[in-house]
């Protein structure tokens, strides 16, 4: 069992940076490939970013378009914790931001294929 647990959201203005956090739990948190998702009032959950555990071929990182070159995913296993840097922040980056494990997977960008999940945290943008 993983539990998850986001800080670092708040209300920014339009430009600024916000780094999130998800500090996990258990000794297995390096096998794991962390995700992280967003949801916007109204909308369904989204894919933002993950990383992978280290690999032969070494640390993978993905990005959804929409924050490709903005946001930032990196991982540090002796802390079991992942962070987002988000930077140059737009208003329609306000959403719940969800950190997600998965222990395997063959789709990265699929929420379904993460086994836990996060409480989320508020980020809000405004303009």
């Known amino acids: 069992q993983v539990q998850l647990v986001e800080s670092g959201g708040g209300l920014v203005q339009a430009g600024d940076s916000l780094r999130l956090s998800c500090a996990a739990s258990?000794?297995?948190?390096?096998?794991?490939?962390m995700g992280w998702f967003r949801q916007a009032p109204g909308k369904e959950r989204e894919f933002v970013a993950a990383?992978?555990?280290?690999?032969?071929?070494?640390?993978?990182?993905y990005y959804a378009d929409s924050v490709k070159g903005r946001f930032s995913i990196s991982r540090d296993n002796a802390k079991s914790t992942v962070y987002l840097q988000m930077n140059s922040l737009k208003p329609e980056d306000t959403a719940v931001y969800y950190c997600?494990?998965?222990?395997?997977?063959?789709?990265?960008?699929?929420?379904?294929?993460?086994?836990?999940w996060g409480q989320g945290t508020q980020v809000n943008v405004s303009s």
């Open positions: 997600a494990a998965a222990r395997t997977y063959s789709d990265y960008a699929r929420a379904d294929e993460y086994d836990y």
């Open positions: 258990g000794r297995t948190f390096g096998t794991y490939i």
């Open positions: 990383i992978t555990a280290i690999t032969r071929i070494g640390q993978l990182t």
